[in-house]
């Protein structure tokens, strides 16, 4: 059976400290990748998506970046962390035309 | 651009009492609407719903499509305390494949005993 693991579950960061979350997929190949982030209020909001390696989308102008070195595994990265940046960042994959399964999530508080 | 709106944004029942979450969306190309439970953490996949009128059942929860009024409800029968959580309605984006998914903010549901 498929999956998904994301870490870490919380991460607590200075403003202008970098970033790096990472998340992988087990038990299936070619995965559609994407990361999500919730913030208070606003529901969840599309960041990026990748359909193959070193294939990333934006949905957003933000101040993050994503990578997929490998099949199943997608990074979050942020050179210079802002205090808008603070969220809970949700990995999630499916095979296109299915649900998503998500990741448990990592809750950033940049301080 | 992809909308989904649900209601209320939150609710509080008590437990036995049956509740319907509402969730109404605006998409360029219909492909399908889903359903999530978040309670602390991972959304966790209730329902997918691509055909109008066609109910999808399981347990205590059921969910329903209308196409043509372009929202679906959520119903749970006899809450439990387990039930609080937030629930989640979305749409894939209209751009097709693998795009993601467009979420509404969710309906916070507090069970009282």
């Known amino acids: 059976s498929q999956t998904i693991h994301q870490w870490p579950a919380t991460l607590v960061q200075p403003v202008g400290s970098p970033l790096s979350l990472e998340c992988t997929v087990e038990?299936?190949?070619?995965?559609?990748l994407y990361w999500y982030r919730q913030a208070a209020g606003r529901g969840l909001q599309l960041l990026f998506y990748?359909?193959?390696?070193?294939?990333i989308s934006s949905e957003v102008p933000q101040n993050l970046s994503a990578s997929r070195p490998q099949d199943r595994q997608f990074i979050l990265s942020s050179k210079k962390l802002l205090l808008s940046d603070s969220g809970f960042y949700l990995c999630?994959?499916?095979?296109?035309?299915?649900?998503?399964?998500f990741g448990q999530g990592t809750r950033l508080t940049v301080v | 651009e992809d909308k989904v709106v649900q209601s209320p944004l939150s609710l509080v029942v008590h437990e036995g009492d049956t509740v319907t979450l509402n969730c109404s969306y605006e998409?360029?190309?219909?492909?399908?609407l889903l359903w999530y439970k978040q309670e602390k953490k991972a959304p966790t996949f209730l329902f997918m719903l691509?055909?109008?009128?066609i109910e999808k059942k399981s347990g205590r929860l059921s969910s329903i499509l209308d196409k043509k009024e372009l929202f679906s409800i959520l119903n749970i029968t006899a809450t439990q305390t387990g039930d609080s959580a937030i629930y989640l309605c979305?749409?894939?984006?209209?751009?097709?494949?693998?795009?993601?998914?467009?979420f509404g903010k969710g309906t916070h549901l507090i069970i009282q005993p």
């Open positions: 999630a994959w499916s095979t296109g035309n299915t649900e998503a399964f």
């Open positions: 990748s359909v193959g390696i070193g294939q």
């Open positions: 998409v360029t190309n219909f492909r399908s």
């Open positions: 038990g299936t190949s070619n995965p559609n």
């Open positions: 691509t055909s109008s009128g």
């Open positions: 979305a749409v894939p984006y209209s751009g097709g494949g693998a795009d993601g998914l467009t």
